[in-house]
């Protein structure tokens, strides 16, 4: 919309150029018109227009002061001078050097929305390439904590007071649909940022500070065609220092994100509106820590998953935020890894897009819940299953292990990990199936591979054979040999010399 303003001081081509101007097309507005350039320059500080058409010779102030002076304080207002033929030569220098437009007296109709359709499609360009270089700035300074001054000093934004709008749908279509008719009703109302997959922003711009009725207003512009779909939009407070674009942006999507406990399909607030969650800290977190770390341990997955829905009940009951939500499932993440050794591998394998865009993606707080208690779940079933299957061989590939590594000090708990059990039962499987306890089958490789090198190696020590099978101490060699052999390691070695 090309926005003009008529300078003449006959009233009877000011309001016949109105009248033909406002007929040609809606994308031309007269906003004004003047007997004199000084009627305009007085109202110039709440005048905002786009094309000046004036005449040179009026009193007071005429078109080409008028023109000079637009130039220095409005650079960016685009001049078209009326002259008579005679008044051309005069007006013609000024015209170069200040790039200014004319037409000549009488106005040829042609001409004059030739001109106009001209300087609506160079306005509509610079409004363009204008709106693309803030946005890459807005970006910036939407996600920069504390910006620098040369960063705040590039930016220039279209009127003086700014309110963030923050949108997430349950498809693009509905953000963009509701984009779209708002930008019909008011040309170049916002700016529209995709600050990342499903979460949208506008920069709404107002000359004065959003009014509650007027917030209330764009609420009630908010449509979405189809009773399926869902949209969440969330407002800041307005702000004029574009050094709190940031914060304006948290406030905005801090009341779009309370969108995931509204029961509507439809939800809007203003930060103002909605009553800001407590902090959840790792205390909400400890009251379930020890039942869910011995429900892990001995991987009964309803008990875990019973517990991990009373830990949502309570975040849900403090109207958690989308953050709070994802640290305390890090922190079930975290305790589960610390129990279960191979958790990591699985979960890895079913969670291949982040944690927090999961819960981006989420709608509402039942959403979010079902989504990683579904991944859990499946994960512990699994890593159960695995376990399972691996009891029955456990005890042979513990066995394998100790075979060839039998000089090796052999910890339960590393023995437990590789077969994906607990100590405890690892051990009651190991004598269930050997009659030996891990500490005597150890013992038995070792001593049997003791005499074997007595017997064949008759150069070696028996200090030394006693350090290759894992005892160091000779003292302690000797006598546990003979415990179990019935002679000493020398007398064992004479014998079967001879």
């Not at 008719?181 to 107002?206: A, N, P, T």
Request: with cysteine; aromatic share 8%; proline share 4%.
């Amino acid at each position: 919309m090309l926005r003009i303003v008529i300078v003449d001081d006959e009233i009877l081509i000011r309001e016949g150029l109105a009248r033909m101007i406002s007929r040609e097309s809606t994308k031309f507005v007269v906003i004004g018109s003047y007997p004199d350039g000084k009627h305009v320059l007085d109202e110039l500080p709440t005048l905002h227009f786009d094309v000046v058409i004036t005449d040179i010779r009026m009193p007071q102030i005429d078109g080409l002061e008028l023109i000079k002076q637009l130039k220095a304080s409005q650079p960016q207002i685009r001049s078209i001078l009326m002259s008579g033929f005679v008044e051309f030569n005069y007006a013609r220098e000024a015209i170069r050097s200040s790039a200014v437009d004319y037409l000549l007296k009488p106005i040829n109709k042609d001409q004059l929305f030739e001109l106009l359709y001209r300087l609506d499609e160079e306005r509509r360009l610079l409004h363009v390439k204008e709106e693309h270089q803030r946005s890459g700035l807005l970006l910036s300074l939407l996600h920069i904590e504390e910006p620098s001054s040369i960063l705040l000093s590039g930016l220039v934004l279209p009127q003086p007071f700014f309110t963030i709008f923050a949108l997430r749908g349950s498809c693009p279509e509905v953000v963009c649909a509701c984009t779209g008719s708002l930008r019909q009703e008011k040309e170049l109302l916002f700016d529209k940022l995709e600050v990342h997959k499903g979460l949208e922003v506008w920069i709404w711009y107002s000359e004065e500070p959003l009014t509650t009725e007027q917030l209330s207003t764009i609420g009630s512009q908010l449509r979405i065609n189809s009773p399926e779909h869902i949209l969440h939009v969330g407002s800041s407070c307005t702000y004029t220092d574009v050094a709190q674009l940031r914060q304006a942006y948290l406030e905005a999507k801090q009341a779009c994100d309370a969108g995931i406990y509204s029961q509507g399909n439809l939800y809007y607030a203003n930060i103002q509106e909605i009553q800001l969650p407590e902090t959840v800290t790792d205390d909400l977190f400890s009251a379930f820590r020890e039942p869910l770390i011995h429900e892990l341990q001995i991987l009964n997955v309803a008990g875990v998953m019973e517990w991990i829905h009373k830990l949502f009940t309570a975040l849900q009951s403090q109207q958690s935020n989308p953050e709070q939500i994802v640290r305390v499932c890090r922190l079930l993440e975290e305790t589960t890894l610390k129990e279960l050794q191979e958790f990591e591998a699985v979960y890895k394998g079913f969670t291949r897009i982040r944690l927090e865009e999961r819960v981006q993606s989420c709608l509402s707080f039942s959403e979010i819940e079902n989504v990683f208690t579904s991944i859990f779940s499946t994960v512990l079933s699994e890593i159960r299953t695995h376990r399972l299957g691996m009891s029955g061989t456990a005890v042979e590939t513990v066995k394998r292990w100790i075979s060839t590594n039998y000089n090796q000090h052999a910890e339960l708990n590393t023995l437990a990990n590789m077969v994906f059990l607990t100590p405890s039962y690892l051990s009651k499987l190991f004598k269930q199936e050997t009659g030996l306890t891990l500490t005597d089958y150890i013992i038995e490789i070792r001593i049997r591979k003791a005499k074997q090198l007595l017997k064949s190696a008759p150069d070696l020590k028996v200090h030394e054979i006693g350090t290759e099978v894992g005892y160091a101490d000779p003292a302690y060699f000797n006598k546990l040999f003979k415990r179990v052999v019935g002679v000493t390691p020398n007398e064992y070695k004479r014998i079967s010399i001879h």
